[in-house]
C-alpha cells in the first residue's frame, strides 16, 4: 500500500509534481505551483495536541516555531532541515497602541523577532530546505530587502552560494547590510522591485539557479505559520481578524491557505477575516478588491514602506483567493498614516520598521470605517524589525519633527553636567505641557 505524500500542483492547469521536483513554476503552463498535503488521519484535533506537545521541545527541528508544525509544512523533510531555529515569536498586547487604533482587543504578532528581523526567516527555512532536498547548487531571490537577509544567512547555513538582486535606492540600510555581511553576491539594479523580480525569474532559468522568491510554494508553506502559531498561542480559538501588510502577497496567500487547511482538517471551528493592508503608494491590490477583483491592477509604486513598494505583485491570484474564502477586506492607508502608527508601535518599546505598521494603521482604518466592529478580537501582524530601517527613525524624528509628544529630537550639548540639567529642564517643561 502506498503512504499518501505531499504534491505539487499548478494552480492554473492542475499538472502535478512531486514534492522534489525542483522546477518553481509549472513546467507546462508556467503557473504557480501550491503544496497539498496528506489530510492526518487523526483529525485535526488530533494535529492541533501533537503541535502542543511540541511546545516543550527545546532541541532539533521542533524547537522551531515553523517546523512544530512539520505535518502542515513539508512533511517529508526531516534530516536535511535548514534551521536556526526560527519563529516562536511573542503576540504582545499594548494599549497605547489598542488605544491609538481604537481596537480595544488589538494583539501584535512580532515577526521582527525572528533571527534575521523579518516574517521571511519563517519561509526561507523552508526555501532553502528544499532548495537542499532537490540538490541546488545555488539559490537567488529579488528582494526589496528582508527576503534578500533571510536568503543569504539560510544559504550562509546551510553552505549555498546565494544571489540577491535589489532595486537601487529602494532597500533600507540594516536589509542592505546583512546581505552584504551574510556573503549572498548582491546585485543592485537600476529599476524597481517589480523589474528585479522578472529578472530573478529569467536569470535563474538560464543559470540554473534555485528561485526563492515568494512564488516558490515551498516559502508560503513556512509563512502559514505566522497563522498557525498565532492561533496555537490562542488555544486555537481563532481571533476576529488577522491583519497583513501586503506588497508581493505571499503572505496574503500563505494565511489563506493557513486558515482553509485548518479549517478543513478540524483544527478550528471558523475562519477568521483576512485584512490586507497596503500602502496607498503601492495599492493595486486594494484597487482590485473595491471593483471585486474583476481585472488585474498594475502601478507604477511609490511610498516610502519600501518593503511594500511593490507594483506588480506576484500572488495576486492566490491572495485573491485568501481574501474570497475568509471573507476577508483589502485596504490602503497613507505614508503618514504608517509612519504615525509606527511611531505609537515604537514608543510603547515594541518598534518595527515602516511596512509593518501598516497593519496598526490598517486596523484603525478599518475600525473607524466599521468594518472592524467593537470587542472583535484582532491580530496584526509586525513583519519587520524596527532596525531594518533606522533612516526611517531619524527621518521622522529629526527631519519631519512630528508635533509633540511624538517627536524626539536628540539634543546636542556642551559636555557639562549644567548642560545636562538644562537639557532635561527644557525636556521636563516639554512633557508638561
Ligand atoms: C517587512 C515586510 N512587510 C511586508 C512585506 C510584504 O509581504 P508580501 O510580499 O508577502 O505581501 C514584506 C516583503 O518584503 C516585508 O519585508
Ligand atoms: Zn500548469
Redesign the pocket.
Known amino acids: 500500500m502506498s503512504v499518501p505524500q505531499t504534491r505539487q500542483r499548478c494552480a492554473s492547469c492542475g499538472h502535478e509534481l512531486s514534492d522534489t521536483d525542483a522546477h518553481t513554476r509549472c513546467p507546462r503552463c508556467q503557473g504557480l505551483l501550491e503544496l497539498h498535503h496528506p489530510e492526518p488521519t487523526g483529525g485535526g484535533a488530533e494535529l492541533a495536541r501533537l503541535f502542543d506537545q511540541r511546545l516543550a521541545v527545546r532541541t532539533g527541528p521542533h524547537a522551531s516555531g515553523v517546523w512544530r508544525f512539520s505535518e502542515m509544512v513539508l512533511p517529508a523533510a526531516s534530516g536535511d532541515i535548514v534551521s536556526y531555529p526560527e519563529g516562536n515569536t511573542p503576540l504582545l498586547q499594548r494599549a497605547a497602541v489598542a488605544e491609538w487604533a481604537g481596537v480595544s482587543e488589538l494583539l501584535l504578532k512580532h515577526e521582527g523577532l525572528n533571527p534575521t528581523g523579518?516574517?521571511?526567516d519563517r519561509g526561507m527555512t523552508v526555501g532553502v530546505t528544499q532548495a537542499r532536498r532537490v540538490g541546488a547548487t545555488a539559490v537567488a531571490c529579488a528582494?526589496?530587502?528582508?527576503?534578500g537577509a533571510s536568503l543569504a544567512a539560510y544559504a550562509a547555513l546551510a553552505g549555498l552560494p546565494a544571489v540577491v538582486i535589489v532595486p537601487q535606492g529602494q532597500v533600507a540600510i540594516g536589509k542592505m547590510a546583512q546581505a552584504l555581511a551574510y556573503g549572498a553576491r548582491t546585485l543592485v539594479v537600476r529599476a524597481n522591485f517589480d523589474r528585479c523580480l522578472e529578472l530573478a525569474d529569467e536569470a535563474s532559468e538560464r543559470l540554473g539557479v534555485y528561485l526563492l522568491n515568494?512564488i516558490n510554494p515551498f516559502r508560503l508553506e513556512g509563512?502559514k505559520t505566522i497563522v498557525l502559531e498565532l492561533l496555537q498561542q490562542l488555544g486555537w480559538e481563532p481571533p476576529d481578524w488577522i491583519l497583513?501588510?501586503?506588497?508581493?502577497?505571499?503572505?496574503?496567500?500563505?494565511f489563506g491557505k493557513a486558515l482553509s487547511e485548518a479549517r478543513r482538517w478540524g483544527m478550528i471551528g471558523r475562519v477568521p477575516r483576512l485584512g490586507?493592508v497596503q500602502a496607498a503608494g503601492a495599492a493595486p491590490f486594494s484597487a482590485g478588491f473595491h471593483e471585486a477583483f474583476v481585472r488585474r491592477h498594475r502601478v507604477e509604486p511609490h511610498t516610502l514602506a519600501t518593503?511594500?513598494n511593490?507594483g506588480n505583485?506576484a500572488?495576486w491570484d492566490r491572495a485573491v483567493r485568501a481574501i474570497r474564502e475568509t471573507d476577508g477586506v483589502v485596504t490602503d492607508v497613507s505614508d503618514d498614516e504608517i509612519l504615525e502608527a509606527k511611531a505609537v508601535v515604537d514608543g510603547c518599546g515594541v518598534g518595527c520598521?515602516p511596512?509593518?505598521a501598516?497593519s496598526v494603521a490598517g486596523a484603525r482604518r478599518l475600525a473607524r470605517e466599521g468594518v472592524i466592529r467593537p470587542g472583535e478580537r484582532v491580530v496584526a501582524v509586525l513583519?519587520?524589525h524596527v532596525l531594518?530601517d533606522p533612516a526611517a527613525v531619524t527621518r521622522y524624528h529629526v527631519e519631519t519633527a512630528p508635533p509633540p509628544p511624538r517627536a524626539n529630537r536628540p539634543v546636542e550639548i556642551e559636555p557639562s553636567l549644567e548642560a545636562i540639567v538644562a537639557a532635561l529642564q527644557v525636556t521636563a517643561r516639554h512633557l508638561r505641557s
Open positions: 523579518s516574517f521571511k528582494s526589496t530587502g528582508n527576503t515568494s509563512q497583513v501588510p501586503a506588497g508581493n502577497l505571499g503572505n496574503t496567500a500563505a490586507a518593503a511594500i511593490i505583485p500572488s520598521e511596512a509593518s501598516a513583519t519587520g531594518k
